[in-house]
């Protein structure tokens, strides 16, 4: 089984700065992938970004962008240029290849501090 | 497109009730997740369909709570009968499996906030 582990409950960023949430998981698969999901105060789930295992190159996506360390099964999100709109719940997820199911870490809560 | 829809948005019954909660997924999509938000648990996969066919209720709590899939529009998730421990926030989500990429984005609606007192 799949577990997914984020260690940071919280975690606040002044605006304009840059932060970095963690994520560790464990899977036996060796064809996955990762999610990181944003869930602001209106409750809607939002994929922020993703990476495939079998790249080696690290996914970004604007003001975010992953480390991926396969061999540390670590896969943290690094929000750049920190704004209020960040403001969210971020969860740290996998999926194993040909398996459509998500397996979710318990989430960081990110404040933005103006 | 106008997204994964679910309804009602906030339910509140008493304990003992029949709860449905229902989704309709973006169109075109193969794949149909439904999940529960708790503080306790996090955000746990309860059943997922795949072309209307349920692929994996392993998640599915107990015989209380059932899902359908009737067609490709439409889905239920029933809960009967209700306790105060269902009180959580229950998401749909759905997926297409025409890939352009090898990796399927999960679309979620706004969840349906649900109280049983």
């Known amino acids: 089984a799949q577990t997914v582990t984020q260690s940071q409950p919280e975690m606040s960023v002044q605006e304009a700065e840059t932060v970095t949430l963690s994520c560790t998981y464990d899977t036996s698969e060796s064809d996955y992938y990762l999610f990181w999901y944003k869930q602001p105060p209106s409750r809607q789930m939002i994929l922020v970004i993703r990476q495939e295992a079998y790249k080696q190159q690290n996914a970004t996506e604007n003001r975010f962008s992953v480390n991926f360390q396969k061999a540390a099964k670590s896969f943290s999100l690094k929000i750049s240029d920190s704004q209020l709109g960040d403001a969210a719940m971020y969860f740290c997820?996998?999926?194993?290849?040909?398996?459509?199911?998500?397996?979710f870490g318990t989430g960081t809560r990110l404040t933005i501090i103006p | 497109d106008a997204g994964v829809i679910q309804s009602p948005r906030h339910e509140v019954t008493e304990m003992g009730q029949e709860v449905t909660l229902r989704c309709k997924p973006i169109s075109g999509h193969d794949y149909l997740f439904w999940y529960r938000q708790t503080m306790m648990r996090g955000l746990e996969l309860l059943i997922y369909f795949n072309n209307n066919v349920p692929i994996d209720d392993s998640g599915m709590p107990e015989d209380r709570f059932s899902a359908k899939m009737p067609n490709a529009s439409f889905s239920t998730l029933k809960i009967q009968p209700s306790e105060p421990r269902d009180s959580a926030v229950y998401f749909c989500?759905?997926?297409?499996?025409?890939?352009?990429?090898?990796?399927?984005?999960?679309?979620f609606g706004p969840g349906t906030r649900l109280t049983v007192l």
């Open positions: 989500a759905s997926s297409s499996n025409r890939r352009v990429s090898l990796v399927n984005e999960q679309f």
């Open positions: 997820a996998t999926a194993n290849f040909g398996n459509e199911k998500l397996t």
